[in-house]
T-cell receptor, first 115, second 109 residues
């Protein structure tokens, strides 16, 4: 069964450094998403992306965050100047159509640790 | 106002029992409801996906939505130790999912 893959599985970064989290969505999917889950808290929506544009973003997704689909397969989340509170699991998801018509499928996440 | 409420548990039941997991939500406009299962150090795995009110069955799993009371349920029949995981409910809201806290389920052999 096709799956969403994320790399790396664990990223350790010094505060203030830039980090790029990578995702390969399911190949025929058109909608892409990033979520995060801080330890012990709910999963939170960050951003949705379609047709090379951001469709929707949450309040969490401020100017330090950016997303990109640099080629036909990868979808990346960049955090420009990491803070301690950015430490979390980051999940990438994709769907064939927007949520409501087709469900989202998730990768296993990248655990981001900011020191 | 919290949009999706879910008891975090843990919920511990003996193998073979019927498990009932529940969530409530606040916005009557939500129409799509999902249950995901999450094993430790893994991503959420889609289990059930329902639209509007009613029941949906898939093997040992049944998802139920009651829009009049804003209540969603997941039933697991003949529970197995391999069902031990965290179960998350989620609702669709404008291209994003809003999540419950997740219920940790433990099935005792």
């Amino acid at each position: 069964e096709p799956e969403v893959t994320q790399t790396p599985s664990h990223q350790v970064t010094q505060m203030g450094q830039e980090v790029i989290l990578r995702c390969v969505p399911i190949s025929n999917h058109l909608y892409f998403y990033w979520y995060r889950q801080i330890l012990g808290q709910k999963v939170e929506f960050l951003v949705s992306f379609y047709n090379n544009e951001i469709s929707e973003k949450s309040e969490i997704f401020d100017d330090q965050f950016s997303v990109e689909r640099p080629d036909g397969s990868n979808f990346t989340l960049k955090i420009r100047s990491t803070k301690l509170e950015d430490s979390a699991m980051y999940f990438c998801a994709s769907s064939l159509q927007q949520v409501g018509n087709q469900p989202q499928h998730f990768g296993d996440g990248t655990r981001l640790s900011i020191l | 106002q919290k949009e999706v409420e879910q008891d975090p548990g843990p919920l511990s039941v003996p193998e073979g029992a019927i498990v009932s997991l529940n969530c409530t939500y606040s916005n009557s406009a939500f129409q799509y409801f999902m249950w995901y299962r999450q094993y430790s150090r893994k991503g959420p795995e889609l289990l059930m996906y329902t639209y509007s009110s009613g029941n949906k069955e898939d093997g040992r799993f049944t998802a139920q939505v009651d829009k009049s009371s804003k209540y969603i349920s997941l039933f697991i029949r003949d529970s197995q130790p391999s069902d031990s995981a965290t179960y998350l409910c989620a609702v669709d809201s404008n291209y994003q999912l809003i999540w419950g806290a997740g219920t940790k389920l433990i099935i005792k052999p």
